[in-house]
């Protein structure tokens, strides 16, 4: 035992050192088609936004200093190369994308003629070098203009991709020609695809950020699609360079996310690629003429939105499918191999695969040891949200920053809020104490779809620390609450960390960080006449999330089997995109995404 705890803690120095030590920073130079856009623009983004999200983040961090409107010439004078120095270390790449606002016209100082982009390009290149790092070149992404059915080129029409691409060579430099692979990739998917699925063109309605249409702006600039599809170029021009080893090695793993549908349609869908988790995933079907577009469902041909537009979810650590349920269409074909009728398809059919609250699952610590060589996740428990109790570093052994001292009284608890970029229907939980009392200190360990009892045996000393466990514990890729409870007078243990068996579990951020806006008064979300049918009594949990994955209300209730109202207290939410999402004990059992307009 002692031997394991060991190793607990050094992954935890470990993580720490590998971050602030051995961690290269991409910084990303350029204009509007990479740099960052508040929620309030969303889906509008630039690729340096969506750059992170491919990378081991403890190996590669991203700094996304791009900003509209620039030119190489006029990001330069702004004195804007001059203020990131201070942030790049040796080792670390600066990656620079110009060209839209250098195209040369005559009419704005920031434009610079193709003969002298060279001029400004080579300070950006001599300046990473001079600051020990390494400088990449990426060849401007070609616009959405077309000469009747052939997308022009306006960067090799006046020839600002050639002039990066002859730098890069005689420099020695990476040339990421992120012109060429769009210009190859646009050509094929053909404009109307491009236009309402990548580029910024959006009807009144179809986002909320948009109440009435936008399409004049949608040559030069991108929805996060489009973006996302940007990195998977630059990803793939990556590939093979030698000085760019440190990045391609963090790259995450890829997985296949299948898009089809139930009849073949003579509209647009969304077309089928690879993403690593995480990636934000847009679905999107425009039906053809005489077609009726009902509903997507995903690989268990579960509904998960009734909307054209599904948006909001975020690739998980598998392959994924969703396939668009047209009227008239073939039944459904779950990923196993199963087919299912259309007209049985509704929300509440996986019973089957309801997970239930359970005590049994619990093993003793030195059953498991053996077994477990470390956890993925490690969560300090120090400095709950809030609790009944302390935070304390007056006993040796701990990890982290201390640990909490739950108060001696019953019912005494903890309250932590964490969020899991991954769903597992097995994971373990793993919960570091220390007990100096004779007799064991009971508690509950809940969270929206689980409760188990942990005994928390005496440790002999409160210098001494052990773990217990949890094991078929189901977790869903969102936000989640997680309670510490104890359930006898003598109050609690005083708890270390707790650890996932699954990777991406962490603290979330407290929801007065997430509404940034006042809500917006005149609307109330009242559920009041859901009525839903479950098969066994258990824990019914309803979820907002906005448009970037924040959770913006939660509530939980229990429900008896059979029928019954939900009554979930009314929530003022401002204008936006939302998700919501009906739990029942743990398992997502409807989940749609839905606009509030003011
Ligand atoms: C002692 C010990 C604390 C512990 C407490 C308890 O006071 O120092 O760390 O929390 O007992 O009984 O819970």
Known sequence: MKFFFAMLSLAVFAATSSSDTTAVTIHVIGDSTLCTYASSAYPQTGWGQELAVFFDTSKVKVNNVAIGGRSSKTFYTDGRLASLKSSVKAGDFIVIQFGHNDRYFGTNARQVPVDSFAYYLQ???????????????????????????????????????????????????????????????????????????????????????????????????????????????????????????????????????????????????????????????????????????????????NEVSEAQIYYGSKMPDAATTYTAIFANGSACVTTSGTSVPIASIVWAQSSSSVAGSSSSAIESSSAKAASWTGFASIIDMANPDSGKGWTETNHTGYTGAGFYNIANEMGSAAYYSFVSTQSASDASIAIRYSNGDAVSRPMTISSDGFSYTFEFPSTGSWDAWDTAYATGVWLDAVPFSFVIQSTSSDGGPNIDFVAFSVAGVSRALKETELLQKPPVEGFALNLSQSLVNVPQAGLCTFRVFDALGHQVFMETHPIAAGSSILNFRAKALQAGSYFAELLFNGKIVLYKSWNIQR
């Open 123 to 301: 300070i950006y290149i001599d300046s990473a070098k001079s600051w020990g790092a390494t400088p990449v070149l990426v060849s401007p992404m070609v616009m959405n203009a077309w000469k009747g059915a052939t997308l022009r080129n306006v960067f090799t029409e006046q020839d600002y991709r050639g002039v990066m691409k002859t730098l890069a060579d005689k420099d020695g430099i990476p040339f990421l020609d992120l012109n060429m692979k769009s210009w190859n990739q646009y050509s094929s998917y053909g404009q109307a695809y491009i236009t309402r699925f990548l580029f910024k063109f959006f009807l009144a309605g179809e986002y909320p950020n948009y109440t009435a249409d936008t399409t004049n702006d949608a040559t030069t600039h991108f929805q996060e699609a489009g973006s996302v599809g940007h990195v998977k170029m630059l990803k793939e021009e990556m590939d093979g360079k030698s000085a760019l080893t440190a990045l391609t090695s963090a790259l995450k793993t890829m997985h296949t996310l299948t898009v089809s549908a139930n009849i073949s349609t003579t509209g647009l869908i969304t077309k089928s690629e690879d993403l690593p988790e995480g990636v934000p995933v847009t679905v999107r079907v425009i039906p053809g003429s005489g077609e009726t577009f009902k509903f997507w469902v995903d690989g268990n041909c």
